[in-house]
């Protein structure tokens, strides 16, 4: 169900599942599974992502800009709940803020890594993103609702006391 404050979403679960079989990820699924040493091997000595960042599914067969790589990469490790992995990418110039096309969400309309937070329930990720400078006001292109309003429909209390918190700040 929605409504839910609990274990991880059974895409993680799958996911890890299928990394501990010998599946390969890219930097995004690398970043949802909190793979931060594989994570460190997308970047070459001068920072700048390799090609292979960004090499397994994408919708509509887009292409995406270094930059949208690490957004989605910085999504995908807020729907993991992967506050390392979060930290890892805004270190190396992640838009906390971002809403990179050609992901999983984009038919959702314009979220950020806080509404995926939200949306899958991951309150210590909740927490840390605005800490980090995350904008808790910004509303998605769907429902014209930020993060809170998404707590507060999704009934996620806890992560709906860490946005009021951060939006009196």
């Not at 803020?97 to 038919?107: K, S």
């Amino acid at each position: 169900p929605l409504r839910r404050e609990g274990p991880p979403p059974i895409h993680i679960q799958l996911a890890r599942r299928f990394y501990e079989g010998g599946a390969t990820v890219d930097l995004p699924f690398a970043a949802a599974l909190g793979l931060v040493e594989e994570m460190a091997a997308f970047f070459d000595a001068a920072g700048e992502l390799r090609p292979a960042a960004n090499v397994l599914y994408r919708p509509r067969g887009a292409r995406s800009t270094n930059q949208e790589v690490l957004d989605q990469a910085l999504i995908y490790a807020a729907y993991g709940g992967q506050i390392e992995a979060a930290a890892f990418l805004l270190a190396r110039g992640a838009t906390i803020d971002g809403r990179p096309a050609g992901g999983f969400w984009e038919d959702f309309g314009g979220l950020t890594a806080l509404h995926i937070a939200v949306w899958a329930a991951r309150s210590k990720m909740v927490a840390f993103l605005p800490e980090e400078g995350a904008d808790p006001t910004l509303t998605d292109k769907n429902f014209n609702a930020p993060p809170i309003g998404w707590a507060i429909h999704l009934n996620r209390e806890t992560n709906r006391v860490h946005l009021q918190e951060a939006m009196q700040k």
